[in-house]
Structures are given as structure tokens and as C-alpha cells.
């Protein structure tokens, strides 16, 4: 059995963190040795505080992580995407890395946080490499250098923009939260078109499985797992696949 879960955002003050602890609890603690945890992205915030306070106040999260029998595959997202530069050999307990792919019962299921497909969708004319120095950018300095981000452009990758340009919004719209964002439909459209494996460097056949959006479903054979803050309109979401059949749940204690 494959548990699949993302976007609960540990720092942010909406984040549902007491919920997603007896979540670990109860659906997780029983999971055996054969099974899967994914946390596919944004599990920690680093946007908005210092990534080291908010690492400790979660502690208990972490304590509970450690103590589960599962295999525990961390998928960075772009609210934690520095973790993937901590890498620490021998900590063993989970493996962070930003793709995953898990063969269960003959299909091929390719975990992806999701804001490689934003990026694709929605911001061109940057590339998912530059977006990622972006990532860095927010993740490291903290307080109000978020709401600045055409200035975090410049500081990282000389961007400059001239009255006008039409690009500014789009890019700007990158610090709002999925909730605030219109064009979130134009993510999912290409999530769910086959071309996306052209871009994605998927094979024909496999599942895609990804986040970020904040709006959980399956259908066919790609999903979104959903989230834990209470911005969200559904929350508290996850995904079991289990002998091929993906499903979706919302966990109420
Ligand atoms: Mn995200």
C-alpha cells in the first residue's frame, strides 16, 4: 500500500499540523515495512519563517516520522525546496529527492510535488530550473522579502521587467497562496492532458500523482492529493493506491 500526502505547510499559521499528527498516528503507525509513505512536497513552510525554527517547533512531527515501520520518501515542493541541498548520508530514515518513481502491481506511478507543471502552465517565460533559484531565494531569507518578488527575481536571476509587461503578474502571483490564484484550472488541464508526459519525460501508460494545486482529485490516471490548511475549500486529504486503485480520502479522527 502506497499513502500519498502533501501541502500541509508546518510554519504557516493555517496549517491543520494537530490533525496531520494524529493523521501519522492512526493511518500511518500501522503501515508495515512492505508500505509506502510519500510526502510529496510543501510539508514545511520555509517561505514565511526561519527554516530552523520551524523545523524544531515540529519536532514532535519528525519524532513521529521516525517512529513509523514504513518506507518514508520526501518529495520536496517549493515552500521546502532547500531540504533537497541538506542531503545527509546517513540520515537514512527517509530519502528526500524532488521525482520518485514506485511500481506497484505492474503500474508505474511518478510522484512530482506539481509546481514543475505551474511553471509549464503558467510562467513562462521562466524555466523550472529558474524558478527553482527562486525557490532557494524564498526558502533562505525570511519576514517581508517574500512580498518583493520582482525584487527576488532581480537578486536571482537578473530579471528586469519594464512597465507594463504583461509577465509581471503572472510571476508576481507566485508568493499568493493556490486559494487567491485563478488560473490553477490551467495547471490541472495540463496535469491531465498526455502532454504533459512530453514535457514531463513520462512513459506512456505510467500515473502521475502531484500536489501543490490545493485541490485534491483523481481521475484516470493522474491525481492530486490535496492539502492540510484550512484556506483550502477540501482538506485533510490523502491518497491510498493499493492493487491499482487509487483513491481518495479525507481523514477525520
Ligand atoms: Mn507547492
Same mark, same amino acid.
Given at each position: 500500500?502506497?499513502?500519498?500526502?502533501?501541502?500541509?505547510? #508546518?510554519?504557516?499559521?493555517?496549517? =491543520?499540523?494537530? !490533525?496531520?499528527?494524529?493523521?501519522? /498516528?492512526? @493511518?500511518? +503507525?500501522? %503501515?508495515?515495512?512492505?508500505?509506502?509513505?510519500?510526502?510529496?512536497?510543501?510539508? #514545511?513552510?520555509?517561505?514565511?519563517? =526561519?527554516?530552523? !525554527?520551524?523545523?524544531?517547533?515540529? /519536532?514532535? @512531527?519528525? +519524532?513521529? %516520522?521516525?517512529?513509523?515501520?514504513?518506507?518514508?520518501?520526501?518529495?520536496?515542493?517549493?515552500?521546502?525546496?532547500?531540504?533537497?541541498?541538506?542531503?545527509?548520508?546517513?540520515?537514512?530514515?527517509?530519502?528526500?529527492?524532488?521525482?520518485?518513481?514506485?511500481?506497484?502491481?505492474?503500474?508505474?506511478?511518478?510522484?512530482?510535488?506539481?509546481?514543475?507543471?505551474?511553471?509549464?502552465?503558467?510562467?513562462?517565460?521562466?524555466?523550472?530550473?529558474?524558478?527553482?533559484?527562486?525557490?532557494?531565494?524564498?526558502?533562505?531569507?525570511?519576514?517581508?522579502?517574500?512580498?518583493?518578488?520582482?525584487?527576488?527575481?532581480?537578486?536571482?536571476?537578473?530579471?528586469?521587467?519594464?512597465?507594463?509587461?504583461?509577465?509581471?503578474?503572472?510571476?508576481?502571483?507566485?508568493?499568493?497562496?493556490?486559494?487567491?490564484?485563478?488560473?490553477?484550472?490551467?495547471?490541472?488541464?495540463?496535469?491531465?492532458?498526455?502532454?504533459?508526459?512530453?514535457?514531463?519525460?513520462?512513459?506512456?501508460?505510467?500515473?502521475?500523482?502531484?500536489?501543490?494545486?490545493?485541490?485534491?482529485?483523481?481521475?484516470?490516471?493522474?491525481?492530486?492529493?490535496?492539502?492540510?490548511?484550512?484556506?483550502?475549500?477540501?482538506?485533510?486529504?490523502?491518497?491510498?493506491?493499493?492493487?491499482?486503485?487509487?483513491?481518495?480520502?479525507?481523514?477525520?479522527?
Amino acid at each position: 500500500m502506497i499513502v500519498v500526502v502533501s501541502d500541509v505547510h #508546518l510554519g504557516y499559521r493555517n496549517s =491543520n499540523r494537530q !490533525l496531520f499528527l494524529k493523521f501519522l /498516528e492512526e @493511518i500511518c +503507525k500501522p %503501515l508495515g515495512p512492505d508500505d509506502h509513505l510519500i510526502l510529496l512536497g510543501d510539508i #514545511l513552510d520555509f517561505w514565511r519563517r =526561519n527554516n530552523v !525554527l520551524v523545523a524544531i517547533e515540529n /519536532e514532535i @512531527i519528525f +519524532k513521529t %516520522l521516525e517512529s513509523l515501520n514504513s518506507n518514508i520518501h520526501y518529495i520536496i515542493g517549493n515552500h521546502d525546496y532547500t531540504l533537497i541541498t541538506l542531503k545527509l548520508p546517513e540520515n537514512q530514515y527517509f530519502n528526500v529527492s524532488k521525482t520518485l518513481r514506485l511500481k506497484d502491481g505492474g503500474t508505474t506511478y511518478n510522484f512530482i510535488h506539481g509546481y514543475q507543471l505551474e511553471v509549464l502552465a503558467l510562467l513562462e517565460p521562466l524555466t523550472v530550473e529558474e524558478y527553482e533559484s527562486i525557490c532557494i531565494s524564498l526558502c533562505q531569507r525570511t519576514g517581508d522579502f517574500i512580498g518583493d518578488i520582482l525584487s527576488v527575481l532581480w537578486d536571482t536571476l537578473h530579471l528586469s521587467f519594464k512597465k507594463g509587461d504583461r509577465r509581471q503578474k503572472a510571476i508576481s502571483s507566485i508568493t499568493e497562496v493556490p486559494e487567491s490564484r485563478r488560473d490553477m484550472h490551467r495547471v490541472e488541464q495540463l496535469a491531465k492532458s498526455s502532454v504533459k508526459d512530453l514535457f514531463l519525460g513520462l512513459e506512456r501508460g505510467a500515473r502521475l500523482i502531484f500536489g501543490h494545486t490545493h485541490r485534491p482529485f483523481v481521475d484516470g490516471n493522474v491525481a492530486n492529493s490535496g492539502s492540510w490548511v484550512s484556506d483550502a475549500t477540501v482538506q485533510n486529504t490523502y491518497l491510498t493506491i493499493d492493487d491499482g486503485n487509487m483513491e481518495l480520502k479525507v481523514y477525520k479522527p
